[in-house]
Structure formats: C-alpha cells, structure tokens
C-alpha cells in the first residue's frame, strides 16, 4: 500500500494502543454469551492473520470493533479494509470533514463504538467541541462554517431523504470538486455498513469506558 505521511508518523502509536484495546472490546457486561467473541491475534489463522497484521498497524481499536466480526470472512475482510484504508487516509475529503460526516452517521445510528472512536479523531482534526457536543443530542450544529454545513446537510439528507436535492447538490459543489463529492457520499455509506456490522454483532466499548449514547436518550 501507499504509506502517506498523515499515518506513518502515528503508525507505532497506533499498532501499540490497538493492540490493547483488542483485548479489551467485548460484548455488553450482561450474561448473554457475545455473538463474536474478541479474537486475539494468537487465534487467527493463516487466511485471517496478514488481515490482522495490516488492521493492527492502523486501527485505534486493534481488531476489536467491526474488525472483530470482519476477520470472520477474511476475503471480505480484506477488500473492506482497503476500502477502509482509502476512505481514511488516502481520501480527498479534508480529515475533519471526512471525520464530521462518520460522526453524523455514527450520531444518527446511536453507534456506541463509531462514536467512541471517532469524536476524539474528529476533534483532533480540528472539528470543534461545540459542533460534536450538539451533533451528540441530535440536533443540527448551529455554529458551522460553511463546508462543514454543507457536509451535514449533505449526509443527513442523503441518508434520510435518499436524495440529494438540487439546492444541497448546487452548495456541495461551490465547496467541493466532483472527486471529494463522491468520497464524501462513499464515506458515509461505508460508515452506515460499519454501524450495521456493530450492531448485528452487538459490539460495544470497553469494559472500563462509559458508553457515548445512554438509554433513553434521543
């Protein structure tokens, strides 16, 4: 792959605190057995073990999160990951834009661990804290700059009208060339999979981490 700067320099970081939080996702603390129980790179087999070793110089969750039940279907598994890897790092989406639109997928799917993972990684990228913090009791962020505007109305609508009217279109492409318009709707797609793989297989945060959504919030 195309090693970039933007990673390269976290990339031991990286390896080294994913490699602990492989073993600390798990499934909620009730009695029920996990759908996927946390795999440990020791138990990967020779189809899953290069996948393993690609995900854990990267990924902040090791091969905990939707990593988990990915490395299920190892061939799968690794088309995903290259998709995941352009859609992060390679993508022409502006990083705290491309972290803004997952936050929102992640918002409107009450993803415990989208949300985990990538509020600290939006904020990083510059994303304000009033921005997430709004964006977090499921209101529209009422100080936006204009691409980050046009970045929310741009998913919300898409995903919950499965549309794009011509006025949000016609914003979109004041702000962004036709390359960043398709990476900004391929990144939200691919988060809204995401969301689908950690639900269906009810993955959560760590143990020790206090979840992001509690019950009975919007």
Avoid: C
């Avoid at 795999?39 to 854990?56: C, F, N, S, V």
């Avoid at 061939?75 to 491309?98: A, C, H, I, M």
């Avoid at 949000?168 to 709707?185: E, G, S, W």
């Amino acid at each position: 792959m195309n090693s970039t700067p933007l990673w390269l320099s976290s990339l031991t970081l990286a390896a080294a605190g994913g490699w602990l939080a492989a073993t600390m996702f798990a499934a909620p603390a009730t009695s029920k057995e996990p759908r996927f129980p946390q795999l440990t790179m020791d138990q990967l087999d020779a189809r899953q073990k290069p996948l393993g070793e690609q995900i854990m110089k990267v990924s902040s969750v090791g091969i905990g999160g939707p990593y988990n039940p990915m490395i299920r279907s190892p061939v799968l598994g690794q088309r995903l990951f290259d998709l995941f890897y352009y859609l992060r790092w390679e993508t022409s989406v502006p990083t705290k834009l491309n972290e803004f639109a997952i936050l929102i997928i992640g918002r409107q799917w009450r993803s415990q661990v989208e949300w985990f993972a990538h509020a600290p990684l939006a904020a990083k990228a510059g994303l304000s804290a009033d921005i997430i913090a709004e964006l977090k009791t499921n209101k529209r962020p009422s100080k936006m700059a204009e691409d980050e505007a046009v970045v929310y109305d741009f998913v919300t609508e898409l995903t919950t009208t499965r549309k794009v009217s011509d006025e949000t279109y016609a914003r979109a492409k004041k702000v962004f060339n036709d390359q960043q318009i398709v990476d900004l709707t391929a990144v939200a797609g691919n988060y809204v999979m995401v969301a689908m793989l950690l639900a269906m297989a009810e993955e959560t945060v760590p143990p020790d981490k206090q979840e992001p959504f509690k019950p009975g919030e919007p």
